[in-house]
């Protein structure tokens, strides 16, 4: 069965500075993918950044930023120059086969100015 | 270019009643998905449509059904409504495999 794993419930940058959130996911899947989405306090679900399993290059997004390792199963965002509207729950989740997602418990990202 | 709707927005229920949880996407995709969202718990998959016609179960079915109205449209029905399914709700829908989901406003559910 495929899992995801977000250890950091909350987590608090300040404006400008760098962060890291972290995911872990376990699959048994050859061909799968990843996304972060982005939910700010509107509600909406908001695509941040895709990955293949099967490209290695890191996915790129503006000030979003991956660190896929496979063999790790690990999948973390980086976000850069962090901005006020930044501030947001992020999930991490992984499709496969059948495309259904299978998300994380979130991460609660506060950026302070 | 509305892309996902859900309707309602909010909706108080007591224990007992039923009721529908309508979208529709505008986009032309083949796959549309239920899912509800509960604090410390993530986004949970309640039932899926891969395609126009087929419906399946995701991880938490127990007290909903749905409907494939055609391709367009996905409902969500609570029979038989219970206070543990007080949470929000979204609809989804995605082109292709392995392609991002787009994702309707939410509907907050509250059962009392």
């Known amino acids: 069965a495929q899992t995801v794993t977000q250890s950091q419930p909350e987590m608090s940058v300040q404006e400008a500075e760098t962060v890291t959130l972290s995911c872990t996911y376990d699959?048994?899947?050859?061909?799968?993918?990843l996304f972060w989405y982005k939910q700010p306090p509107s509600r909406q679900m908001i695509l941040v950044i895709r990955?293949?399993?099967?490209?290695?290059q890191n996915a790129t997004e503006n000030r979003f930023s991956v660190n896929f390792q496979k063999a790790a199963k690990s999948f973390s965002l980086k976000i850069s120059d962090s901005q006020l509207g930044d501030t947001a729950m992020y999930f991490c989740a992984n499709g496969g086969a059948t495309n259904k997602l299978i998300f994380g418990t979130g991460t609660l990202l506060a950026v302070q100015p | 270019n509305a892309g996902v709707t859900q309707t309602p927005k909010f909706q108080v229920l007591k224990t007992g009643q039923s009721m529908t949880l309508q979208c529709a996407q505008d986009m032309n995709h083949n796959s549309m998905y239920w899912y509800r969202q509960d604090p410390g718990m993530g986004l949970r998959l309640i039932y899926y449509?891969?395609?126009?016609?087929?419906?399946d179960k995701g991880e938490v079915p127990n007290g909903y059904n749905v409907s494939r109205l055609n391709k367009r449209e996905f409902s969500l029905r609570l029979e038989s409504a219970a206070p543990s399914q007080t949470s929000v709700y979204f609809c989804a829908s995605s082109e292709f495999w392995a392609s991002s989901y787009t994702f309707g406003s939410g509907t907050r559910l509250t059962v009392v």
């Open positions: 990955q293949e399993a099967y490209k290695q």
């Open positions: 699959t048994s899947e050859n061909n799968y993918y």
């Open positions: 449509s891969a395609s126009e016609g087929t419906t």
